[in-house]
């Protein structure tokens, strides 16, 4: 009967194995009586119908247990057993629906599952006589499983075989009995002589198809362990590219993060390094526009305009609408004097953020020094009233008054400036200012004072308290004079 053993197995888990035996189980039932799998289905075929036509062709399936039987899973995680188009499962299904003999091969030191690690349809497997294979005995446990297979199939010990060779004995001794008495010792002897060495032939035939079937199984071990130490050493170079990786993103977010706690701390060399160590690191980082901004303010505290500039235009490049990045780079044209494109600057950030309270703050700075105090006051309202607790607002808003004389309103908003900010020696100074023109020399000398303490190389305060000093006859204002000339040789003048 064709197909008349049927192979159950899974790659993932005994492919080597299934292999080995089905070479072995060929040499002794043949080719076309042992099914393994798709290898053996032919072109063109429906491969699902197929496997069932082979399962309920079959007199005995074979189900080879390894390991990792129970645990192979999908690409989606799943465990294989327990998916409907599982091809294992749906062999064995069919098998035990059919009542077809189901022998469980245990291999490579696998055990019988327990029946609560199966699906419904599967649990009589655990009740079937399993039989082990192990490597060490292979031979001889392979042989047992023959004689199982051999008995399942009603064959006991190569009856068909010896049959054919009784057969030929009965012709032989037919022949004997017409050719006389005479001579039936000698060809006795000859009939003998030739069936030992008809049984030595077949002897070695065995035993070099078996040579062969271990040399091929031996062939595809090697190739399997190449392949397996290839795809191992692929792993290996994968997971170190991998780590290697993961290990350059934490370098770069630390790095980030120092760069922005050196600069709370006023460290804008060390920030600035920091910021540079992100962007080289990491591409995350290189290619983050507020990574160019943040380095871009740390070079604009420290002064270096140029610098911030380029900083600031690659942040822009990055994300052309990043409102703090035009804000900051119109803060840098304003202080080199560019106050048109300073405004432009303003502008598009109050256009990408309409609540972008000193984006207005800055921009009322930028029209008092185009001398347009009016749009400057106009501004400045906006920026209080989007953020009443902006000090700079306040200050702009009132270095516009100061502007156009109204020194009541500009004391006003420098005084709430200070309130907001007491640390802010500029609204002190100012507001001194303030006091000087209201003839209030007392308080402007105070508030001189203050910004000298808040800020001990403040020359402008020296100078002008050492002028309001001698308004009030007091002669300590040419020591003022004096101080605010060594720290500024301009000063004063």
């Known amino acids: 009967m064709a197909d ?10 005994s492919a080597a194995t299934a ?49 990792h039987w129970l645990d192979v899973k999908d690409e989606a995680g799943q465990r294989r057993l327990d998916q409907p188009d599982d091809f294992v499962a749906i062999e064995i299904e069919a098998a035990l629906s059919r009542d077809i003999r189901v022998i469980p091969v245990l291999v490579d030191g696998a055990s019988i599952p327990k029946a609560n ?44 075989r010896w049959r054919g060779r009784a057969l030929a004995g009965v012709a032989v001794i037919a ?27 077949l002897e070695e035939e065995r035993k070099a198809a078996e040579a062969d079937a271990n040399r091929k199984v031996m062939d595809a071990a090697a190739k399997a362990e190449q392949d397996r130490q290839a795809k191992a050493a692929q792993d290996a170079e994968a997971k170190r590219k991998a780590d290697e990786a993961e290990q350059q993103r934490v370098d770069a977010q630390n790095a980030f993060n120092s760069g922005i706690g050196y600069f709370q701390k006023g460290d804008y060399d060390r920030a600035i390094a920091s910021y540079s160590d992100a962007i080289r690191l990491s591409l995350y980082y290189s290619t983050n526009p507020f990574a160019w901004l943040n380095r871009g303010i740390a070079y604009s505290s420290k ?103 109204d020194y009541d309103r500009a004391i006003a908003d420098y005084s709430e400036a200070i309130r907001l900010d007491p640390n802010n020696a500029i609204a002190f100074y100012y507001r001194g200012l ?8 007392d308080r402007s000398i105070a508030d001189y004072s203050e910004a000298i303490r808040l800020k001990p190389q403040y020359a402008a305060a020296f100078c002008a308290r050492g002028g309001a000093k001698l308004m009030m006859k007091d002669s300590g204002g040419h020591e003022d004079i004096a101080k605010a000339r060594q720290l500024n040789a301009s000063a004063c003048r």
């Not at 303030?434 to 020399?441: M, Q, T």
């Open 175 to 201: 022949v004997l009995l017409l050719i006389g008495a005479g001579s039936y010792v000698f060809l006795g002897h000859l009939v003998e002589r030739g069936v030992q060495q008809a049984e030595l032939k």
């Open 4 to 13: 008349t053993i049927f192979i159950n197995y899974r790659r993932e888990d």
């Open 434 to 441: 303030a006091n000087d023109r209201k003839g209030y020399f």
């Open 117 to 160: 690690e199966l699906r419904d349809s599967l649990k009589p497997l655990v009740r079937r006589q399993a039989i082990e294979v192990r490597q060490p005995h292979f031979g001889r446990d392979v042989q047992a499983l023959i004689e199982r297979l051999r008995e399942a199939l009603g064959d006991k010990g190569g009856l068909a």
């Open 303 to 405: 002064g270096d305009y140029t610098e911030a500039l380029v900083n600031y235009n690659q942040a822009i490049r990055l994300d052309p609408k990043n409102a703090p990045a035009f804000f900051h780079r119109g803060t840098v044209y304003g202080i080199q004097g560019d106050l048109d494109g300073a405004i432009a600057d303003f502008n598009q950030a109050i256009q990408l953020n309409p609540n972008y309270s000193p984006a207005f703050a800055n921009r009322a700075f930028a029209y008092e020094n185009k001398g347009d105090p009016d749009r400057a006051i106009a501004d400045t309202n906006e920026a209080i009233r989007l953020d009443p607790k902006t000090p700079f607002a306040f200050a702009n808003r009132a270095f516009a008054y100061m502007n156009k004389g």
């Open 19 to 67: 292999g080995r035996l089905h070479d072995r189980l060929v040499q002794v039932f043949g080719w076309k009586n042992v099914f393994m799998d798709v290898d053996q289905i032919p072109a063109g075929i429906d491969f699902v119908a197929h496997l069932n036509n082979q399962v309920a062709a079959s007199n005995v399936l074979l189900v080879i247990i390894g390991p």
